[in-house]
């Protein structure tokens, strides 16, 4: 190849190099004055977060942190997070945003699973990292100590090393073994997400971000950082907080307002009370489906808004379903619209498309996409086979172009927004020496839209389930406890003739029985 060609490439390939941290520094030059990122602590312009940030990038590059390492987070929603995730950004890091709601057993798989150079914890979960291995790990503290160090350095801009195809972003999901799985997010990917999401979100450039869901969730990260590519504030609150959630609708301009599954009763409660009258607001929610339709069109009604009804995932962004709104809250058709920018089929358990009308499993391919599981090669391989995505969901097309969600083809039973497979629930309870078979279905539930029901076999005679539920408190999450756990015999659960558990079948007889957990257990 004559040495002008390659020169050409070349230059062509730098021209296409952009990232995350390049448009936040884009950004910066255009609009320094202006507001970009808060929380009760601190108001910032972006010149004056950006200062942090390459205070920031300065400290981590100190402590020999180069291109494609991870940095761990593990921390409640603050400005200081938002930080290290831009400071990564322009070093070619990966943040490794750790779920602080798991147990400890769980939390020590996240870790050791992306091996993080540098690990930063606020002091509220600062004792989480108590019971962790944590050799060869730099701990930085949020708070006094991690002000004076970024103050000991410089804010000299960075050099640029990464590349669009670099991981960003380390995110967690559920693993249908039971562990989570990290998915790993490229700069590529969160940019192309925020292309989409103006058309899915009908979020325009520069408009504010309401930023409670938590950061080690899509729900939390994605908005802030797409805001901050495009000029907008970030407006981060420690979690979910309806008085002060309400408190912001009425005294500051939003497009969207994210409303998690699980939230709405409280939220209406608080808007009923208060008045509550949006200064301006275009529309709310995320996923109508796991919700009560009672409480959307409430809730929608309360506020004035459409009611958004996204179907996407951490792996894919907003995208495939996500372009349709419920108009304030209208929730009799809930069939959902595609995403722009994205490819969709729906194919059945060989891979060939199914007919309009037929059920198939959703698979998709377009810019928004992950790159894959972090160290597990062969769930990749499985869930990107012939070069299509599956998310393990099973839709209907309608004539009309729109999907109507039938069920998930791998069971998941998605509580209040987070994701939880029965396998690691069950592995648990089947751990305990009297129990000889566990089996966890799905139940509806008004608040969280379904909730983990456990059903087990003892070995023999009674079993305490007091004992059970301790178990599962100490080594599960909050969300992915059992809310019931029922003993049953043996021929209670169901199978097939090939020895599969038939869910379905007890997910209906666990309807039937009502509520039947023992006063004062669980």
Not at 159 to 165: D, L, N, R, T
Not at 201 to 210: A, C, D, F
Not at 336 to 350: F, H, W
């Amino acid at each position: 190849m004559r040495v002008g060609r390659q020169e050409a490439i070349r230059l062509v390939a730098l021209a296409g190099r952009t990232t995350v941290g390049s448009l936040f520094t884009s950004r910066v030059r255009l609009t320094p004055h202006a507001p970009a990122l808060e929380d009760d602590r601190c108001r910032l312009t972006y010149a004056e977060l950006n200062d942090r940030v390459d205070r920031a990038a300065a400290v981590l590059a100190a402590n020999g942190l180069f291109r494609g390492e991870r940095v761990g987070v593990l921390s409640e929603n603050r400005a200081e997070y938002i930080e290290i995730q831009l400071a990564c950004a322009k070093l070619g890091a990966i943040c490794a945003c750790q779920n602080w709601r798991l147990s400890t057993a769980e939390l020590q798989h996240c870790v050791a699973l992306v091996s993080p150079r540098i690990l930063f914890v606020s002091e509220r979960h600062a004792p989480k990292l108590a019971g962790l291995d944590l050799r060869n790990i730099v701990v930085f503290t949020f708070g006094a100590s991690w002000e004076a160090e970024i103050k000991r350095f410089e804010p000299v801009e960075p050099p640029e090393v990464a590349e669009p195809e670099d991981g960003l972003l380390i995110l967690y999901t559920s693993g249908t073994t039971g562990m989570p799985k990290g998915a790993v997010l490229s700069h590529r990917a969160e940019t192309a997400r925020a292309m989409v999401v103006p058309f899915d979100l009908g979020l325009r450039p520069g408009s504010n971000n309401l930023c409670w869901p938590p950061l080690y969730h899509m729900g939390g990260t994605e908005p802030a950082l797409y805001t901050l590519m495009t000029g907008g504030r970030v407006i981060v609150v420690d979690g979910f907080q309806p008085e002060r959630i309400a408190e912001l609708i009425e005294t500051e301009p939003f497009d969207w307002v994210s409303m998690m599954p699980g939230t709405l009763a409280s939220m209406i409660e608080v808007l009923e009370r208060r008045a509550t009258k949006p200064f301006s607001i275009r529309y709310s929610g995320v996923m109508a489906d796991l919700s009560p339709p009672h409480e959307v069109e409430k809730y929608a009604r309360l506020l004035g808004v459409d009611f958004l009804n996204l179907f996407g995932s951490t792996e894919t962004g907003t995208p495939p379903l996500s372009g349709r709104r419920l108009a304030k809250g209208d929730t009799r058709d809930l069939g959902k619209a595609p995403s722009l920018y994205t490819e969709i089929r729906l194919v059945d358990g060989n891979g060939r498309d199914v007919a309009d009308g037929d059920v198939g499993e959703i698979a998709l391919r377009g810019p928004t996409l992950f790159s894959g599981y972090w160290q597990n090669d062969e769930a990749t391989i499985s869930d990107f086979r012939d070069g299509w995505f599956h998310l393990g969901d099973l839709f209907r097309r309608r004539p009309d172009g729109l999907y109507d969600f039938v069920d998930r083809a791998k069971y998941m039973i998605k509580s209040g927004g987070e994701n939880i497979y029965p396998a690691e629930i069950e592995r648990l309870l089947v751990a305990h020496p009297n129990v000889a078979d566990a089996v966890v279905v799905k139940k509806k539930d008004a608040r969280w839209g379904e909730v983990p029901i456990a059903l087990v076999v003892p070995v023999e005679g009674t079993l305490e389930l007091d004992e059970l539920f301790a178990r599962c408190r100490t080594e599960l999450a909050g969300y992915k406890q059992p809310k019931e756990i029922r003993v049953v015999p043996a021929e209670r659960i169901t199978r097939s003739t090939t020895g599969k558990v038939q869910r379905k079948l007890l997910e209906e007889w666990v309807a039937a029985q009502g509520d039947v957990t023992p006063p004062g257990v669980g």
